[in-house]
C-alpha cells in the first residue's frame, strides 16, 4: 500500500525513543520499565511475542485434530445412541435438506476457525517477512482475528444449551462429546495466540519496508 | 535517533529469546506429551482381535455390537466382513487385554437375541440394547487361538461347567423337545440341549446337563421319562387327566426317579433313555438292563402293510425286542433282481434272550447266529386283530434252505426270513373291517329273537295248555285198559277153561288120551304161567301210574314244552294202538276158542276127533303162551314210558320259584348267547380265522 500524498515515512514510537502503556496509551521514554500512570510494565516490543504466538498456536491445531475426530454431540433417542463428529452431523443436516443449518455449522466449526489459524498465521510469517501485504490489511486481519474470537464459541454454546434443555430421561438426551472440550481448548489456544501477537510488529516491517523502499 | 545502541538491543534480544523460548513452548511439548501420552497408553491397552464366523449376522453391527462374558462387557464388534466364499460372516472382535489370555482354543461364541419358545422369553434386553455376542470360557489359560466358530444358540454346557454331562435317547416310538428342562420333584435340575435324529434314524438323540449340586440324584439305575404333553384315561376307576404343570404341558419336560437303590454314579458321557411314561420307565427297570439292543436287518420280499415302528419281535411268543424303523432297500447284487424289497431293523434286548453271564449284544449276536444255523427264521405274523397289525416273528423251521447271520463291517446283520403266516393274507385293515362286516351277526340275532318268538308260542300253544288233558286222557287210557273188561275176562275165562279142563281130561282119561292130554295140559299151563306174570306185572304198572298222576298233580298246569306233547302223544299213540287194544281180545278169542272147544268135544264126544281138537288146543295154547309172553314186553315197555314220563314230569317239577317259561327261553337264549361265546372263543383263539376265513 502507498500512502500517497504522504511523503513523510512511517514513525514508531520505538524510532521516536518512546514506548506506549498497552493499557493506558501514555507515552514514556523508551528506558522507562513501569507506566507512571497505571503501574503496567512496559515493554517496547515483545520479543517473545511471536514465539508465544506459534506455541499457541500449535497447541490450538493440535486440539482442533481431536476435535473434528471426535464425535460432538452423543444423543441418545429411545432406542438408539447417535454419535456424530462436527462434519458428520453437518452432512447428515444437508441429506435431510437442512442446508441452511449446515452452512451455518460448517462456516462456524471449520472455515472460521482454519480461517483463524491461517490469519494467524500469515500474520506471524509476514511481520518477518513482511511482504506482499498493506500493514492496514494486516491490521485489519489481525482485529478481526480477535474480534470473531470470543464469538469462535457458538459451538461450544450450542452444544451446552442443547445438552442442558434435552435431558428427558429415558426418551432423548444430548451430551456433549470429547470433541466439544477439544474444541473449546483449540479455540481458547486460538485467542490466546491471536492476543499474543504483538500488532505493533506490523508497524516495524512497514518502517522496514519503508526503508527498503 | 541515531543514538540507539544497536549492540544492546541485539544482546538484550538474544537473552530474552533463550528465555522466553524454555517458558511458553512448555505448553505445546506438554500437549504433544499428553497426546502421545494417552495415544499410547490406548495402544497398549488394546487387545487382540479374534475372528468369529457365524452363519448369519443377525444384528451384528461393526463398533457397536459387544461382547459379553458373564453379561459383563469384554470386547466390541470392529469389522465385520465375510469369510472367503461368503460361506460364514466373520465379526472381528476387539478384546479387552485382561481378558483375551482366557479367550483360548476352547471358548465358544453365541449370539443373543430376543427370543420366544415355550420354555419363555430369553434375550428380552436386547430388544432395545440390539443384539450382543456372548461368549463362554473356563478360566484357565489354555492352548491360544485368534478363530472360533461361532454358534446361532447357546450352548448346553459350558466350558468350565462342572455339571454331570450325560446323553439321552428316545425308544423309538418316543420324541424330543428341543432345550427341554429336567425336573425332579417339580424342580428344575438340568437341562437337555438340542435334539438330534440318531445315526440310524430309530431314534433321537440329545445331551443333556445336570447341574452340579444335583449330580448325585442320578445313579446308573435312575430312568428319565417324558412328562411333556398330558395323558387322559378312562378306565373302572373313572376319567382320569395327568399332567406333570403346565410348563411341561406347553413346553416339554422330563423326569426321572431311582426306583430302585444300588446303582452306580453316573459318569459324565452315560446314555440314558427317555421312556414315554412312568410306568413303562419303571418296567423298563425289571425287564431291561442296560446294555446296548443288537440291532439287526431282516428283509421281507412280502407285503408288511401293517408292519409299524415299535411293534413286538417275538421269540416263540416271547417279546425280546422291537422293530426300530422300516425303509425299502434295492439290492440287485445281493438279491439278484432290482424289486424293491423292505428292509425292517430290528432291536433284539440281549438281557432277554437269558443268556449265560454278561448279556451283550455281541453273545446274543452269536447265539442268534447258531440258532440261524439250525433252522431259526424271522417271519411276520397277525399280531393285532382289530389294526391287522403285523410281529416280527422268530420262529424254527423244519429243513430250511441254508442261512447264515453274518455282520459285516459296519453293516446291520441280516437275519434270513421265512414264509409269513399272513403271506397270503390281505391283511390291512379294510380286509378285517370287511370280514367283520360279514359276521353274520343280524343272523344271530334274528335267530334268538325267533327262539324267543317261538318260545312265546309254545307258552301261548293252546296244545301245549292241552297237555294235562291228553295226560288225563292218557291215565284215563290206561285205567281204561286195565278195567276193561277183556281184561277183567281173562281170569273167568281161564277160570272156565280150566272147568271145561278138568271135565275134558275126566272125559280123556276114560277115553284112555291122557298122553296127549299131557301136553295140552303142559301146554295150557305155560299159557297160565305167562299170564300170572304178565298180571304180576300189572302192579308195577299201576304203581308207575300212580306216580306218574301223583307228580302230574303238583305239576304246573300253565306251561309245559313239546317234549312232554310228543311224550304223551307218542304214549297215546302207543295205548291206543290197535295192536295194544285188540290184545286182550285175542287173549279172550284165544280162551272162548279153547272153550268152545271144549265144549264142542265134550259135547261131541268124538274120539276121533280128539286128537285133532288136542292138537288144536295145543296150537291154541301155544298161541296163547306167544300172546301172553308179548304181553311182558308191552307192560315193560309201559313201565318205560311211564318211568321216563314220570323223570321227564319230574324234571319240570324241579324248576324252583322261575318260571319254567321264562327258564326255557333263558336256556335258549342261554344256548343262544352259548353258540355266540363260543364263536368269540373261537375268534379269540384263532384270530386267523376271521383273517383267513377259516
Redesign the interface.
Known sequence: MELSGTSEKTVTAR???LVACTRCTRAWPIETQVCGRCGAKLVSRD??SL??VW??W??GL??YVPANVYPMLRTQQL?QVDESTIIGGAVDLAHYGAFGIATIILVASVVIPLGKFWAIAFLAVSVRSGRGFASHHRLLMYEVVEYIGRWSMIDIFVVAILSALVQLQGLASITPGPAAFFFALSVIFTMLSAQAFDPRMIWDAQADDDEAL | MTDTPPPVEIKSTKKSWMSGASFIWIIPLLALVVAFGVAWQSYAARGPVITVSFTDGSGITAGETKLKYRDIEVGTVEEVGFSSGLGLVEAHIRLEKDIAEYVDSSSVFWIVEPEVTAQGITGLSTVLSGIYIEGSWDTEIGTAATTFRGSDVPPLIRPGDTGLQIAFRTTATGTLTDNAPIFFRGIQVGQMGRAQIGRSGAFAVTEGIIYEEHRNLISSSTRFWDTSGFSFSFGPTGAEIDFSSLSTLIGGGVTFDTFVSGGEPARDGQVFEIFDGKESARNSLFTRSEVDPLQLSVIFDENVSGLTAGAPVELSGFRIGSVDSLSGIVDSNQFGDSRVRLNVIISVQPSRLGLPGEASAEAALTLLQDRVSNGLRARLASASLLTGGLKVELVEVENPPAARLEQTGTELAIMPTTESEVSDATATAEGVFTRINNLPIEELLNSAINVLNSAEVLISNGDLQRVPGDVSTLLSDLSSIVTSDDVKNIPVALNSTLTRVEGLVAELERQRIAEVLGTTLTAASEAADAVTSSVAGVPELVEDIQTVAAKAATLEFDVLIQELTSLTSSAEALVSSPETAQLPVALSGALDQLNATLRELREGGAVQNVNQTLASARTAADSIAVSARDLPDVITRLNALFAQAGRTIDGYNQGDELSRSAQAALRDIQQAAGALEKLARTIERNPNSLLLGR
Do not use: D
Request: hydrophobic fraction near 55%; charged fraction near 15%.
Open positions: 524510532a521516536a525513543g520479543e517473545n514465539q508465544r506455541a499457541l500449535i497447541v493440535m486440539c432406542f
